[in-house]
C-alpha cells in the first residue's frame, strides 16, 4: 500500500474509533536500544489526529513513586476512543531492571505475572492492546550507533545508556524473549519488527495499528487470560453477615460515650500523626449496609485527624468520565501519597455488590472482579499502604426504624432515597453477595472487620478501635 494511501486510511480509522467510542487502544514499543522507536512515535504522530492521541516515554516521578507502581501506568490509560501511545511502558521497568540485576529472577517473573494480570484487566475493560518488540541484531546495532556517534547532526541522540544497553544485548535478546513468552496473550498478542530503514517500519507500524483499528471489537466473555476467579489460596476465615447480631449491652451513657470517644480519637491522633511522618500510606474502604452509619463513622474518624492528610472519597454512580474508563480507574487514580490517609465511602466493592445485584454490571464483570479486586489489594500492600476493610452492619428492623426517623426528620430527609426502599427489597440478595464477597476478598493485612451498628455509639467506637488496631499493629511492626 502507498505510504498516501495508507496515511489517509490510518487517519480514517482512527477517527471512526473517536466517533464510536467503543474502545481504547494501546500502542506499545520496547525492545533493543536504537531501533528508531522515538522516531516512529514522531513520524505517528504526525499521521495521526493529536486530539485523540496521548503519547508516554517518560520516567517514574517523585509523585508516582509514593503510590503504588501501577498508578503511574493506571492514570494513563486512555479513555474509549482514543489511542494511548507507550514507549516502553510497563516493560521497560523489568526489562533493563533484571537486565542490569537490580531485579532477581523470581522478582522478573513475578513483575511479568503483575503485567498478565493489568493487560487481562485492560482487555476486559476494552482495551486493546498492540504490543511491538523493536529488534535488531548486535553487529547492525554498533554500526548505527557508531553512524550516529558520527554524524555532528544526530550524535545528540546518543546518551551513555544507549552504549551501554549495546554491552546487554545478548542479555536484553533473552529476557526479551522470556518476557514475550510470559506475557503473550490472544488479547495482548506480540509482533516483532526486524530493524529497517525509518520508512519501511513506518509503513509496518502504521499498517498493523490500522489493522488493530479496524479489526471488529471483541465481544464480551468470561474471563480473560490472566485473571483467576478462584478463592484466593491464603484465604482465612471470612466474617458473615449473617452473624452480625444486633448489640444486647446496655447503651451506653451520653458521658460515658463521650469520654471513650475522646480517648479513642486522641489515638488516633497521635496513631496518624505517626504514620504521616514515617511515609506510610493508609487506605480505609467503609462498606455497609444502608442507614448503619458510615458516614458518622467517617466522621468520627476524621475528627481525629489533620485536615491537610486526609481525604475522603464519596463513591457514588460513576461520571461520564469514568465510565470512559476501566473501572477500576477511578479507584487507582484516587489513592493517597505515602504518608497521606484515603478514605472511601462506599469503594470498589459496590461491582460486587450493588452492581451485582442490581443488575449494573453483567455476570461475567463482577465475577472477574473478585480476582482484580485481590490484586489491587494486594499491590496497595506491597508498596506498604495500610489498608482497613470495614463493614458496616445493622439489622432490619433497625433499618427501617432509621428510614422512619429520617423520614420524619427534615434535615434527615435528603438522606433517604427511593433506592434505599427498593434495596431493603433485595435484603437476601445482598445477604448472599456480602457473603460471597467476604469469602473471595479476605486476604492476610485484607481482612474484613464486621461492625454491628444497631448500636450507634458502640459501633462509632468500633470502627475507632478498629482503625487504632491496624495503625497501632503496623507502627510495631519491624518494617
Not at 38 to 61: F, I, M, Q, Y
Not at 148 to 173: F, K, N, V, Y
Request: charged share 30%.
Amino acid at each position: 500500500m502507498k505510504t498516501d494511501t495508507l496515511r489517509a486510511r490510518l487517519l480514517d480509522a482512527q477517527l471512526d474509533l473517536a466517533r464510536r467510542r467503543e474502545r481504547a487502544v494501546i500502542l506499545l514499543l520496547t525492545g533493543h536500544a536504537v531501533t528508531h522507536k522515538g522516531r516512529l512515535v514522531n513520524e505517528l504522530n504526525h499521521w495521526l489526529e493529536n486530539r485523540h492521541t496521548e503519547v508516554h516515554a517518560l520516567g517514574p516521578s517523585s509523585e508516582e513513586r509514593e503510590r503504588p507502581y501501577w498508578w503511574r501506568f493506571w492514570r494513563r490509560v486512555p479513555d474509549r476512543g482514543r489511542i494511548g501511545i507507550f514507549i516502553h511502558g510497563w516493560y521497560g521497568d523489568a526489562l533493563f531492571a533484571r537486565a542490569e540485576r537490580r531485579l532477581s529472577p523470581g522478582a522478573f517473573r513475578d513483575r511479568l505475572a503483575e503485567i498478565r494480570a493489568f493487560e487481562a484487566e485492560l482487555a476486559a475493560e476494552g482495551v486493546v492492546l498492540l504490543k511491538l518488540w523493536m529488534d535488531i541484531d548486535r553487529p547492525a546495532q554498533r554500526r548505527h550507533l557508531q553512524a550516529l556517534q558520527a554524524d555532528p547532526a544526530r550524535a545528540w541522540q546518543l546518551s551513555a545508556t544507549d552504549w551501554q544497553r549495546h554491552l546487554q544485548h545478548a542479555a536484553i535478546g533473552a529476557l526479551g524473549r522470556e518476557m514475550r513468552d510470559a506475557t503473550a496473550a490472544e488479547h495482548a498478542p506480540w509482533r516483532r519488527l526486524a530493524f529497517r530503514d525509518p520508512a519501511t517500519q513506518l509503513q509496518r507500524v502504521g499498517a498493523l495499528l490500522r489493522e488493530t483499528l479496524v479489526a471488529p471489537p471483541a465481544r464480551p466473555g468470561g474471563v480473560p487470560e490472566g485473571v483467576t476467579e478462584g478463592v484466593p489460596g491464603e484465604a482465612l476465615p471470612a466474617p458473615s453477615i449473617r452473624r452480625a447480631e444486633p448489640r444486647v449491652a446496655a447503651p451506653l451513657s451520653k458521658a460515658s460515650y463521650a469520654e471513650r470517644l475522646a480517648e479513642a480519637q486522641g489515638r488516633l491522633a497521635i496513631n496518624a500523626r505517626e504514620m504521616a511522618r514515617r511515609r506510610i500510606p493508609v487506605v480505609l474502604a467503609f462498606e455497609g449496609l444502608d442507614a448503619a452509619g458510615k458516614g458518622g463513622s467517617i466522621h468520627r474518624v476524621t475528627a481525629s485527624l489533620d485536615a491537610r492528610q486526609y481525604r475522603v472519597h464519596r463513591i457514588a454512580a460513576p461520571s461520564d468520565e469514568e465510565l470512559a474508563l476501566p473501572w477500576a480507574w477511578r479507584f487507582w487514580r484516587r489513592l493517597p501519597a505515602d504518608g497521606r490517609i484515603a478514605i472511601f465511602d462506599r469503594s470498589w466493592y459496590g461491582r460486587v455488590l450493588v452492581e451485582r445485584v442490581e443488575g449494573l454490571a453483567p455476570e461475567a464483570a463482577w465475577r472477574r472482579a473478585y480476582a482484580e479486586i485481590r490484586e489491587f489489594e494486594r499491590q496497595l500492600l506491597a508498596h506498604g499502604a495500610v489498608l482497613g476493610k470495614l463493614f458496616l452492619a445493622i439489622s432490619q428492623e433497625q433499618q427501617l426504624r432509621r428510614f422512619e426517623a429520617r423520614a420524619a426528620t427534615p434535615h434527615k430527609r435528603h438522606k433517604l432515597t427511593d433506592e434505599d426502599w427498593r434495596n431493603r427489597e433485595h435484603w437476601e440478595d445482598y445477604e448472599r453477595a456480602i457473603d460471597e464477597m467476604f469469602a473471595r476478598t479476605q486476604a492476610p493485612g485484607a481482612e474484613w472487620a464486621l461492625i454491628a451498628c444497631d448500636d450507634k455509639r458502640r459501633a462509632r467506637l468500633a470502627v475507632l478501635e478498629e482503625v487504632n488496631r491496624r495503625l497501632e499493629m503496623r507502627l510495631a511492626s519491624p518494617h
